[in-house]
T-cell receptor
Framework: GESVGLHLPTLSVQEGDNSIINCAYS??????FIWYKQESGKGPQFIID?????DKRQGQRVTVLLNKTVKHLSLQIAATQPGDSAVYFC?????????FGGGTRVLVKP | ETGVTQTPRHLVMGMTNKKSLKCEQH?????MYWYKQSAKKPLELMFV???????ENNSVPSRFSPECPNSSHLFLHLHTLQPEDSALYLC????????????FGQGTRLTVV
């Protein structure tokens, strides 16, 4: 990703295992959340979103969980593949501002 | 290909130069954004435009000057930048300015020398 130099938490996962990436957001009034994936040399790419009136949403191989009580968001990737290696960002939306977290680097080991 | 195109992909400029970054979206979106991604910080929102009107300036120095002539185009005019302004500048667009996913371009890698 484009965060070289930034000390990112790194999750190493074996190919085929499930991955769980966690994110703490800051504003309890935020009402919309997005997970993005950023591969090296590319811009962030939308993965999945969730609104604050939900606590779980599933996509293809991905699930997002929202815990508003503790302001926590997680992304679960099932059967992680080499193509899942990237930096993952959560983002919270409040008004017209989409604010990003620091990101987590996922490394998939063959 | 996300439908958001940024040019140039790479730019090297001196501190006394004036240059512009261009962003074009082909998605029919009404909101456009500039973000800065540097080596030492997470993605930072710089500017938000909604229906061609600037609705957010996130305390960005005046050496960065955005322009949005229409809903499909967004520019970032640069002048007298500093080396610490070197970063990846990302443009994004969304259908509305609130509560909709943003689609990002590939970014312009800017180096100020």
């Amino acid at each position: 990703g484009e965060s070289v130099g930034l000390h990112l938490p790194t999750l190493s996962v074996q190919e085929g295992d499930n991955s769980i990436i966690n994110c703490a957001y800051s504003n309890s009034a935020s009402d919309y959340f997005i997970w993005y994936k950023q591969e090296s040399g590319k811009g962030p790419q939308f993965i999945i979103d969730i609104r604050s009136n939900m606590d779980k949403r599933q996509g293809q191989r991905v699930t997002v969980l929202l815990n508003k009580t503790v302001k926590h968001l997680s992304l679960q990737i099932a059967a992680t593949q080499p193509g899942d290696s990237a930096v993952y960002f959560c983002a919270e939306n409040l008004g017209n501002k989409l604010t990003f977290g620091g990101g987590t680097r996922v490394l998939v080991k063959p | 290909e996300t439908g958001v195109t940024q040019t140039p992909r790479h730019l090297v400029m001196g501190m006394t130069n004036k240059k512009s970054l261009k962003c074009e979206q082909h998605l029919g979106h009404n909101a456009m954004y500039w973000y800065k991604q540097s080596a030492k910080k997470p993605l930072e929102l710089m500017f938000v435009y909604n229906f061609k009107e600037q609705t957010e300036n996130n305390s960005v120095p005046s050496r960065f000057s955005p322009e949005c002539p229409n809903s499909s185009h967004l520019f970032l005019h640069l002048h007298t930048l500093q080396p610490e302004d070197s970063a990846l500048y990302l443009c994004a667009s969304s259908q509305e300015a609130e509560n909709t996913e943003a689609f990002f371009g590939q970014g312009t890698r800017l180096t100020v020398v």
